[in-house]
């Protein structure tokens, strides 16, 4: 299991905390807590080690679009990145995030 | 119009309790920002979930207030953990409280889980004998509805506990059983269960076989208004029917009617299961085989403390009524009969007969002492593990199992003091079945004291690590380890009791442990008569404190 950290300035409130996914088979979990700070923080835990690269562009690409102050936690297990960027997009989409909803 | 389905199998475990809650009554109950993940996993190179894999939700069935625990298959097979049975075994408690004192609460859970969770082993074993201590309890009060929607379906232990359920409901997708067809290859070899054969596996444990003998109520279709229906209409039930774990004569009665040395035909076998009646009918009678082969601990220990003839309903359940100073007791240990007409339980395994017939011994004395004085029960315990084998399971090896901790349950709650005394292997569903439904537990400190739940291969096998990678995480977590002294750290054990010559007592052994057996037996007449017992010592509070305050949290929210 690796633990990765990633942390981007954010401008964006959201309204609410959400939950989504499962730490299933090729899923993912993505548990999003609004934020006054200026920032986006992301915790990464995953099974897989060894992607630590790839996580990063998924997460900085991410963070970067939508820029929502918030600290988000991803518990993962083994899901691809299409999976991932589509899991957080969700997550943002309940959070109540002005650009998705 | 005819509506189309919409499938409850397809949904996980947080979104198969709002589909069965009226809509905007969903209240979640240690949700996953409370921060209850799994303390063991983390150590082990396992990602965690935020709610452990498993979702308790509040609100309403058809306006009546509910509470639906459910699995979610997709972590882990559903494996239960610290946690995850604390958080199922804390609402049934919270439940049972609610009906105690008048608060009708609906219960539903909605299985799709593996049985223990491996890697926090013994964790899991503790919290499924809690969670069937629950179930037994509540089911007086109101009925306790079970639903295996399938995708994983309800093995191991967890399999004990749905037997225990007032009601269950079951789709042709579901399987129920206490062992999974991979651990019965392992065990027993690929002549007795090919887990490759799907066909086989759902002839053998699948929703429509279980329902055709009768293991299940309802086989539903996979359709939520279908599975919601059937729910609100077992719940608004309110003639107290007998669970099937209660139906010990019935369930004898059938086994006797079945020859297991011939291949079993599925029509067959429903015809003859239907002809049984709950009158005392015919009955194999089996010669006792020559015993002295087979070294059993369990059969040392009951000849060294009793004096009377034993009953042999079945050679391999020895039951005998002795006093010890001025308590009654009924000593009941399970032992090998090496000519079991049942192969595989053959060398002390807990099977079908050793089930049934357990949970008939312990009933006899519920009955027999009703108004009067309650005699003691003590179950000696010596059992390598339950009887892994083709026909165990399609006869319903999980209910058997089921019968015994009802029983058990039920004799407690009746007030029998109930003593566990471990002497050898207590292992995995066997221990469940017999020993673990105990107000006391007293345990021998010996190096060939076993308790743990499933054998290092076949453990290794079904969470695809090898021996040695398992060995290494048994470091890390203790509840993983095998032997006695790691399980007593957990705190759920009376006394360890060391000094003792465990394979050939002696007369000073003997005396010992029925003073301590006596003791027991004195402690557990002045306390609770469930098992809280068991959270309240001091190890537990150091080495299952997950366990103790999940259910504190779960009580601030309900």
Redesign the interface.
């Known amino acids: 299991?690796e633990s990765l950290f990633f942390q981007y300035p954010a401008k964006n409130k959201i309204e609410r905390?959400s939950?989504v996914g499962?730490?299933?088979?090729g899923?993912l979990?993505v548990?999003v807590?609004p934020s006054e700070e200026p920032w986006v923080k992301v915790e990464v835990?995953?099974?897989m080690t060894g992607f630590e690269q790839t996580w990063e562009k998924v997460i900085e690409r991410f963070c970067n679009y939508y820029a929502a102050q918030a600290t988000i936690?991803v518990?993962?297990?083994g899901a691809t990145p299409g999976v991932v960027s589509l899991r957080l997009v969700q997550a943002l989409e309940v959070s109540g995030h002005h650009e998705i909803s | 119009m005819k509506s189309l389905k919409v499938s409850f199998a397809e949904l996980n475990a947080r979104e198969r309790t709002k589909a069965l809650l009226d809509e905007d009554t969903f209240r979640e109950l240690l949700d996953p920002f409370e921060g209850f993940e799994s303390p063991h996993l983390v150590r082990q190179g396992i990602v965690p979930q935020s709610d452990d894999g498993v979702v308790i939700a509040k609100g309403n069935i058809n306006g009546d207030p509910a509470v639906i625990i459910s699995i979610e298959g997709s972590f882990q097979g559903g494996g239960i953990g610290e946690v995850s049975g604390a958080k199922i075994a804390g609402a049934l408690e919270l439940a049972l409280r609610d009906n105690q004192n008048g608060i009708p609460t609906r219960t539903i859970i909605v299985y799709d889980t593996g049985g223990v969770r491996l890697q926090e082993a013994n964790y899991g074993l503790l919290a499924i004998a809690e969670i069937g201590s629950a179930i037994s309890a509540l089911r007086e009060y109101t009925p306790v509805i079970g639903v295996i929607p399938g995708k994983i379906g309800c093995f191991g232990g967890m399999s004990l506990t749905a037997g225990l359920c007032s009601t269950l409901i079951m789709t042709k997708e579901g399987r129920l059983t206490l062992n999974g067809p991979e651990v019965i290859e392992q065990e027993a070899g690929i002549q007795e269960f090919d887990s490759q054969n799907r066909r086989l596996i759902w002839n053998t444990i699948g929703g429509e076989q279980r329902f055709s003998l009768g293991f299940v109520d309802y086989l539903a279709e996979d359709d939520i208004d279908s599975i919601k229906n059937i729910i609100i209409e077992s719940t608004r039930r309110t003639e107290k029917s007998h669970s099937r774990s209660e139906q010990v004569q019935l369930y004898r009665n059938r086994l006797q009617k079945i020859d297991p040395s011939f291949p079993l035909n599925s029509l067959d076998l429903q015809r003859k299961w239907e002809e049984a009646s709950i009158e005392e009918g015919e009955r194999w009678i089996e010669e006792n085989s020559d015993e002295s082969c087979i070294e059993s601990r369990g059969r040392t220990w009951f000849t060294a403390l009793t004096t009377k003839t034993k009953s042999n309903l079945t050679p391999s359940v020895l039951c005998a009524d002795e006093e010890i100073e001025d308590e009654r007791v009924r000593y009941i240990s399970v032992v090998p009969n090496l000519n079991s007409r049942y192969h595989r339980a053959r060398e002390g395994e807990v099977g079908l007969e050793e089930g049934w017939t357990i949970a008939h011994y312990v009933r006899e004395a519920i009955e027999q002492d009703d108004g009067g004085d309650r005699r003691a029960i003590v179950a000696i315990v010596d059992v390598p593990s339950q009887a892994y084998g083709y026909t165990e399971e399609l006869l319903g090896l999980h209910q058997a199992g089921a019968a015994a901790v009802d029983a058990y349950a039920a004799a407690r709650r009746a007030g029998h003091p109930v003593v566990t005394l471990v002497v050898g292997n207590a292992i995995s569903g066997a221990f469940l079945t017999h020993g673990l439904q105990a107000n006391r537990i007293l345990a021998l400190d010996d190096e060939k004291v076993n308790i743990h739940v499933m054998s290092k291969q076949s453990a290794a096998r079904i969470t695809r690590r090898t021996v040695q990678e398992l060995e290494e995480a048994t470091k890390k977590t203790p509840a993983m380890a095998y032997d006695v002294l790691s399980f007593s750290t957990l705190g759920a054990l009376h006394e360890l009791i060391g000094g003792v010559n465990a394979s050939n007592p002696e007369s000073e052994d003997i005396k010992l442990i029925e003073r301590k057996i006596v003791e027991s037996i004195d402690s557990a007449r002045s306390g609770p008569s469930d098992l809280r017992i068991r959270l309240q010592s001091l190890q537990a509070k150091d080495n299952r404190s997950a366990s103790i305050k999940v259910r504190e949290r779960l009580e601030t929210l309900w």
């Not at chain 1, 499962?22 to 088979?25: A, E, N, Q, R």
């Open positions: 299991m905390q939950h499962v730490v299933g088979s899923d979990e548990l807590t835990r995953t099974g936690q518990n993962d297990f």
